[in-house]
């Protein structure tokens, strides 16, 4: 039984035909991303954005929250120094608890690997700040330079300077033993 003549035939890419059509009826009008748990909470999918931002006191559009003054761009100021239309903040609380939570101390995080530390003690230890024969050292397996190893020990003593001096002072005890 022969083939239907039109189904071996490759097709040709129609250029013409809106896809962007297709697809956006089948897409439905999704909420935005919202990062902040605060404003999630506060916020009203009824609401467009601007109406959810200026019930919490946020601003929609930075360059009109915060307008560059005349004078910074070479114009006279024809104001009479009157602020335009006070916007009502329903929300306040949204802005009073970022702030909160803005004002914290940022918690460090910075750690170094356990064999980092491990082979930063054990140049320091048996090199003390010849940074040359902790290049030529066997244990260095990564081949760094003595400029990358020096690096890595500020980087050690930046990140752990209260455990780096109580190092550096258990080694001078050992040192005055051998001399």
Known sequence: ???????TRRHKYSYNLNR????????????????C????????????VAQNLAEMGLAEDPNK??????????????????QPGKKIVRKPYVVNEMELEASLPEKKSNTLSRDLIDYVRYMIQNHGENYKE???DEKNYYQD???QI???INVYKNFYPEEYKNFIASLKPEKMEVQ
Do not use: N
């Open 1 to 7: 039984m022969p083939k239907a003549k039109g189904k």
């Open 150 to 152: 020096k690096r890595k």
């Open 65 to 82: 929250a915060v307008p560059i003054p005349r004078k910074l761009l070479g114009m006279e100021v024809d104001s009479d120094g009157q």
């Open 20 to 35: 962007k059509r297709l697809y956006r009826s089948a897409r439905r009008r999704a909420a935005p991303r919202i990062a």
């Open 134 to 136: 902790m290049a030529r």
């Open 145 to 147: 330079t003595p400029k």
């Open 37 to 48: 748990s605060h404003i999630r909470h506060a916020w009203d999918p009824h609401k467009s």
